[in-house]
């Protein structure tokens, strides 16, 4: 099975502007999630998706959002970005029961 | 709220040498998870623990889920140079479900002695 894929791998943004970030999870996994890492605040959790209803937000503001489609695939936007949303961005997905998360490669946003 | 704290924060490890880490936790968890992420990339799931007292082995590892369901541990055996990156930990008290409530270290940092 192809692992979790994320596009872009990189993305140089201006602050101000806004970025819409792709994530498709494991074939049959209907659960994904994003996560902010960052080297001060470590792994972060930001929302959970499943089945195309948001399952859970952590403690982001709402220039932060999400999505998931009806084949599981998901989207994260952030509006007006700031120079502190610079951070490798992960999205996990984990099938019905939730017991293992896997991660893809993550996208690396870089606001100037 | 939880806070799980793990250590060391970074250690050099020698071609060879065994390797130990920990998480311990403020309050009871149900699942640790253990995972390695090398630069540039996402974490890997490497040993995932569900039963207090359990023991699990992934080749050269083998992680524990501590009896007091506040801590688990994590040991690499005979270290190779690709063992280096950053292992994190994270746990969870509910039972599988929503993953808002999976809590991460903030990881160890094995780099090779120079």
């Known amino acids: 099975k192809a692992g979790v894929t994320q596009t872009p791998r990189y993305l140089i943004k201006t602050r101000g502007q806004q970025v819409t970030l792709s994530c498709s999870p494991i074939?049959?996994?209907?659960?994904v999630s994003w996560y902010q890492q960052t080297p001060g605040q470590g792994l972060q959790f930001l929302f959970e998706?499943?089945?195309?209803?948001?399952?859970n937000k952590g403690n982001f503001p709402g220039r932060f959002s999400g999505r998931q489609f009806s084949n599981s695939r998901s989207e994260m936007n952030v509006s007006t970005l700031e120079l502190g949303d610079s951070a490798l961005y992960l999205c996990?997905?984990?099938?019905?029961?939730?017991?293992?998360?896997?991660f893809g490669p993550g996208t690396r946003l870089t606001v100037t | 709220g939880q806070q799980l704290n793990q250590s060391p924060q970074s250690m050099f490890i020698q071609e060879g040498e065994d390797v130990s880490m920990n998480c311990t936790s403020s309050?009871?968890?149900?699942?640790w998870l253990w995972y390695k992420q090398d630069p540039g990339e996402g974490p890997v799931l490497l040993i995932a623990?569900?039963?207090?007292?359990e023991l699990t082995s992934n080749g050269r590892l083998t992680a524990q889920f501590g009896i007091t369901r506040k801590d688990s541990f994590l040991n690499i055996s005979a270290s190779i140079p690709s063992d280096v990156g950053i292992y994190f930990c994270?746990?969870?008290?509910?039972?599988?479900?929503?993953?808002?409530?999976?809590?991460f270290g903030k990881g160890t940092k094995l780099s090779v002695k120079p």
């Open positions: 074939s049959g996994h209907r659960s």
């Open positions: 309050s009871i968890f149900n699942t």
């Open positions: 994270a746990g969870r008290g509910g039972y599988g479900g929503s993953q808002g409530n999976l809590i």
């Open positions: 996990a997905s984990t099938e019905t029961s939730g017991r293992w998360l896997y």
């Open positions: 623990l569900y039963k207090a007292g």
């Open positions: 998706y499943f089945s195309e209803t948001q399952r």
